[in-house]
């Protein structure tokens, strides 16, 4: 259900006064989609629940008195329905109480047809959605599917989809991207394609492509795919490429052949990389997500993951968390065995351990999966993500754009890492465990491979600058943890080094400094935060001038006038 921001939700049920308040939710989601159900039953306000996490405990949501029904698998029909008749009784799919006793209703049949189904009322929303990590536009969500035929045992679809894949037609598909498209009057838009196997059918998705490239929309395409479907269909890839189609995210799990058993995903190592690899050759953006935390998972193996993501070309990788979700052969497997520790299902989120393992502790996993975002997410993987890029579009990337992108992704990393701990002694432990991961001697290696300034336009800035040795510095209690140097020429960037510690040859030294204040107090750590930053470089430019090191002082000032000049060309741009 969609409100308007600035509206609270009291304030929207006395606005609408509605009948029946429908809630869609995940395991995470458990608290705050009960305690909207509370307020609308406060109110006298029927209540209905649905989604993954109800179809697969509606007698446990039921045991709530503020919830009147929960809709188990596939909703549209059964919801239609329920409204329609004013009861739940005799509604395929529906579990409600009745004198106390919880009835579960048959199953309702999977919906064959889907082309049958209305499309969204996308001109009832009262905002437009946004995203940290999505630059292009506003954001919208089509399916060409439903389902999978994949059996991972972690994985919610098996048990909504029965291990059954459903498709729309691709003539359908679009007429609701057209309708999209006059939604959003044809501005720039990003589209998540929403299906857990998008390649399921390539045929159709070939299909899908051609139609596509009739409208010629200022659309991008994001998907969710096997890597056994990228395998085994280069051509298609190259088609969907070539239609702004380019964001895949596999699920690579593990370079464990042991683990990649174990949760039957179905897929070698062999395929992981050569999907990887035909993504690559075509342009695209080769993302991956990793399971750590599996039975009989040791450190030493989480701890190659990231370097595993980077030797297989993966040019973004994210990093969840083992999490049982209920409805799973997983969760019905370490349940059998008594493993799970918490029963807090807002922990079942993948930043959060819920199950005991035999090799580790809760807070190693946790601090490992910060491990591995530190190590993965290294300058060299955003200039190697650039230069695939290229392969499309030949044009280098403005170095400001580059920046405001940078710092997007980070807080995004840093919301999805140490900032999810619930005290300030976990964040600053994840904090010094994400900083100090980075130091690696393959940055360097990668950033020399691929240059700075082959991917971005710094000209203007390097021609400022000249050739200096820039080392920034983040410490903690002052106490240096990692630094990052940047070697520069008049025309180049000769590379990019990041190391434990500081070391002591640099032309222009910058310190960042945190302390146990940054951490206390998520909204007071942030202001802090930019104001130590300032801070911080205000004392860098004054230091030199101090110390009467002229030279530095110099250094400084170039350094200075260039980011000025990229400033004020980025601020004219957006003028314009």
């Not at 999209?180 to 196997?197: E, F, R, V």
Request: aromatic residues 8%.
């Amino acid at each position: 259900m969609v409100y308007e921001r600035r509206g609270s939700f009291p304030e929207f049920l006395e606005a609408f006064r509605p009948d029946l308040v429908g809630i869609s939710m995940s395991a995470t989601e458990h608290q705050s989609g009960l305690s909207v159900a509370l307020t609308a039953k406060k109110r006298g306000i029927s209540t209905v629940l649905g989604g993954y996490h109800p179809t697969a405990i509606p007698d446990e949501l039921l045991s709530h008195t503020q919830v009147d029904m929960v809709v188990r698998g596939e909703g549209e029909v059964t919801i239609r329905e329920l409204v329609q008749k004013g009861s739940p009784e005799g509604v395929l799919g529906v579990s409600y109480r009745e004198d106390g006793k919880v009835i579960h209703n048959p199953d309702r049949p999977l919906i064959e047809d889907l082309d049958t189904l209305r499309f969204p009322a996308r001109h009832l929303r009262r905002h437009e959605y946004t995203s940290l990590v999505i630059i292009k536009g506003a954001i919208d969500e089509v399916h060409l599917s439903r389902g999978c035929w994949g059996h991972c045992t972690f994985c919610c679809e098996p048990s909504m989809s029965r291990s059954r894949q459903r498709f729309r037609s691709p003539e359908n598909v679009i007429e609701e991207i057209k309708q999209i498209n006059a939604t959003h009057n044809g501005k720039p838009l990003t589209i998540l394609m929403g299906d857990p196997n998008f390649m399921g059918d390539a045929k159709r998705v070939d299909r899908f492509c051609d139609l596509l490239s009739e409208l010629r929309l200022d659309i991008a395409f994001q998907t969710m795919v096997r890597a056994d479907s990228m395998a085994r269909h280069p051509e298609t890839v190259k088609k969907m490429c070539a239609n702004n189609i380019t964001h895949f995210c596999m699920g690579i799990e593990s370079p464990n052949l042991k683990d990649l058993h174990s949760t039957r995903k179905g897929v070698t190592t062999a395929l992981q990389k050569k999907a990887i690899q035909v993504i690559r050759d075509s342009g695209g953006v080769a993302a991956g997500t990793f399971v750590i935390g599996l039975p009989n998972q040791t450190e030493e193996e989480i701890q190659y993951f990231p370097t595993y993501a980077k030797e297989i070309g993966l040019m973004s990788a994210a990093f969840g968390i083992a999490t049982p979700f209920p409805g799973t052969e997983f969760y019905a497997s370490v349940e059998r065995e008594g493993l799970i520790v918490e029963r807090d299902w807002s922990k079942y989120d993948e930043n959060n351990s819920v199950f005991k393992l035999s090799t580790m502790s809760k807070d190693r996993i946790e601090e490992l999966r910060t491990y591995c975002f530190g190590k993965f997410w290294t300058p060299d993987t955003f200039f190697d993500w650039l230069a695939v890029e290229q392969t499309r579009d030949a044009r280098k990337t403005s170095l400001s754009k580059f920046i405001l992108d940078r710092f997007a992704q980070l807080k995004f990393l840093a919301q999805a890492g140490f900032t999810q701990q619930e005290s300030s002694k976990n964040m600053i432990n994840h904090f010094k465990v994400f900083i100090e991961a980075m130091a690696d001697p393959r940055v360097e290696e990668g950033t020399r491979k691929v240059g700075m300034h082959q991917v971005l336009d710094m000209s203007r800035f390097l021609a400022i600058l000249g050739p200096q040795t820039i080392q920034v510095t983040i410490r903690y209690n002052h106490r240096p943890l990692t630094s990052y140097i940047m070697k520069t020429t008049r025309n180049t960037v000769e590379y990019i080094r990041i190391i434990s510690g500081k070391q002591d040859n640099a032309t222009i030294n910058f310190d960042l400094n945190f302390n146990v204040d940054n951490f206390n107090g998520h909204n007071n750590s942030r202001s802090q935060l930019i104001k130590g930053v300032i801070h911080n470089y205000l004392y860098q430019v004054v230091k030199p001038l101090t110390t009467g090191n002229l030279r530095e002082a110099l250094n400084v000032l170039k350094f200075t006038l260039a980011t000025s000049m990229e400033a004020v060309s980025t601020l004219s741009s957006k003028l314009v």
